[in-house]
Each structure stands twice: as C-alpha cells, then as structure tokens.
C-alpha cells in the first residue's frame, strides 16, 4: 500500500463541470502539497497546505489532519485545466520545506470542450 | 513568484556521452535542490538531494557515478548524466527550496534525455 494515494487515476469531464481529486495518505505530515503537471512535463506547484482550506482562482484545497485526507476541487473546469495533479506529503521536521516529498501517482484529468 | 530555470529542456545523444543539465534559481537562493526522474505515466522519483557547498545525499539505488550532482553555489546546480545509455533515456526535474518554513517548493520545466 503506498503511503499516499490520489483517487481517482483518471478522470474525464466535459467543460464546466466541477472537478474533484482525492489523496489520502497514511504518513505523519508538515504540510500537504498539490502539483500541476503539463503535458510538456513541466510542474507548478499549486497548494501548500497544513490546515483548512486555500483558495486560488477555480482551485480550492482542503485538507482533514484527523482523517489524513486532502481534496482538490477545480470549479468551473476548462480544458486548460487537463494536466496530471499530483498530492505530495512534506514530512514533518524542523526545517519543513527542505525535506524528501512522498509523492502519491497522480490523477490524469481530461476536460473536453 | 520564485522560478527555477531548467536547461535544456531535450536533449538527444548517442550512447557513451555525457550531458549535463543546468537548474538555476532566478530570484532566490536555492539553499537545497532536488533531482527528480520520471518514466512515462508513473510518478516522480527522488534521486538525490544537493545541498549548497556539500556533497549530494543520493538515494538508494541512484548510482553516484552516473549522476553526477554539483550544487557550488546558490543559484546554480546541475545533474550530469556520465556515459549515458538508452535506459537513461528519462524525464529529469529538479526542485527547489529556499528553507524557510513554509516557503515550499518550486520545480523547474524538466529535461527530456533521449539516449540514442
């Protein structure tokens, strides 16, 4: 069993339809991250989270540390929106933010026209 | 924001050759820098962690002498791949972060090696 898993692996939806993406993941954390990766490859870092909630633009990340489960919901999805989200758990200690990211294997979103 | 640069972002060569790709931090010092590799469709893999002015942490299984990680400054580090083959052949990234608490990570563009 990984220690974080994304839920689902792949998703399709047509043009507006409110996305959501699952992790959970069974390790002690300092913070929770959601990545975007482009089909070019390249990732852009998304959330930081290690409590409630963030918003950004269509993007809401939230996160339950009792239940170790954190959602990413997209409103209003656009097919710019396609790429593969990746959850990440940052481990817990001292200088957090410098230490190894348990990546989950991202979920493939797919948004037609 | 902060912004990692990553060069080149492909690069084809032939078998026995080495090539090196370049991470640089723009507007921040990169105090620590990871190296990532990915095959298609699976997840990223740490290879090694370069911190300023040491020596790289390498993870197991990475061989040091192939990937050759140099972090000699604040700004600048780069992964050499030595006498590469086609099993080489991989998506590499690199990631950065400054330290401080809760500044998280910025990841450069990727290099796409192809081994030929």
């Known amino acids: 069993k990984n220690e974080v898993e994304q839920s689902p692996q792949n998703l399709t939806a047509q043009e507006g339809e409110f996305i959501t993406i699952n992790c959970s993941y069974s390790?002690?954390?300092?913070?929770l991250h959601w990545l975007q990766q482009h089909p070019g490859g390249g990732i852009v870092s998304l959330f930081m989270?290690?409590?409630g909630k963030k918003k950004h633009g269509r993007l809401i990340a939230t996160i339950n540390i009792q239940e170790k489960h954190s959602s990413l919901h997209i409103t209003a999805s656009h097919p710019r929106d396609s790429a593969v989200y990746i959850c990440?758990?940052?481990?817990?200690?001292?200088?957090?933010?410098?230490?190894?990211?348990?990546f989950g294997t991202g979920t493939r979103l797919t948004i037609i026209p | 924001g902060a912004v990692v640069s990553q060069h080149p972002s492909r690069v084809i060569c032939k078998s026995g050759t080495s090539v090196k790709i370049e991470c640089r931090s723009l507007?921040?010092?990169?105090?620590?820098m990871f190296w990532y590799r990915q095959f298609p469709k699976q997840s990223l893999m740490l290879m090694a962690t370069?911190?300023?002015?040491?020596?790289?942490?390498?993870e197991q299984g990475v061989e040091k002498d192939k990937f050759l990680i140099n972090h000699a400054s604040l700004t600048l580090s780069t992964l050499t791949v030595t006498s590469a083959h086609p099993e080489d052949s991989s998506f590499y990234i690199c990631?950065?972060?400054?330290?401080?608490?809760?500044?998280?990570?910025?990841f450069g563009s990727g290099t796409r090696l192809t081994v030929v």
């Open positions: 507007d921040f010092q990169a105090t620590t």
């Open positions: 370069s911190n300023e002015g040491s020596k790289a942490t390498y």
């Open positions: 990631s950065a972060a400054a330290g401080p608490r809760g500044y998280g990570y910025t």
């Open positions: 989270l290690s409590s």
């Open positions: 990440a758990a940052d481990p817990p200690g001292a200088n957090f933010g410098n230490e190894k990211l348990t």
């Open positions: 390790v002690g954390i300092s913070a």
